[in-house]
Nanobody, 124 residues
Framework: QVQLVESGGGLVQAGESLRLSCAAS????????AGWFRQAPGKEREFVAF????????YYTGSVKGRFTISRDNAKNTVFLQMNSLRSEDTAVYYC?????????????????WGQGTQVTVSS
């Protein structure tokens, strides 16, 4: 099956930017829709962003609209999450996920494949 590997996390100050990458191996990303989720300590994993197979449609959770941008480069089997104007509340482990089929892009149960996560820490 497909393996997903996130990278690009790190420690930044509030107001700064970071770009996360999710590289897929085993087959091309064009076969799958993809999403980003995040989980802060003691909190439930939550939906962040979603992108369709060709990148024609994207959706975001309300708290990141206008600040985060999801995109993909299918030729490189990679999906990205550009995060601008980062806030302390954005601190979490970020996970990318993919699925060949979906009914609701914001539900964890929709996704068949998950990466190991990458830590994003935003300090004030």
């Amino acid at each position: 099956q497909v393996q997903l590997v996130e990278s690009g996390g790190g420690l930044v100050q509030a107001g700064e930017s970071l770009r996360l990458s999710c590289a897929a191996s085993g087959r091309t990303f064009s076969t799958y829709v993809a999403g980003w989720f995040r989980q802060a300590p003691g909190k439930e994993r939550e939906f962040v962003a979603f992108i369709t197979r060709e990148g024609s449609s994207v959706y975001y959770t309300g708290s990141v609209k206008g600040r985060f941008t999801i995109s993909r480069d299918n030729a490189k089997n990679t999906v990205f999450l550009q995060m601008n104007s980062l806030r302390s509340e954005d601190t979490a482990v970020y996970y990318c996920a993919a699925s060949r089929y979906y009914t609701n892009f914001s539900r964890r149960e929709t996704y068949d494949y998950w990466g190991q996560g990458t830590q994003v820490t935003v300090s004030s």
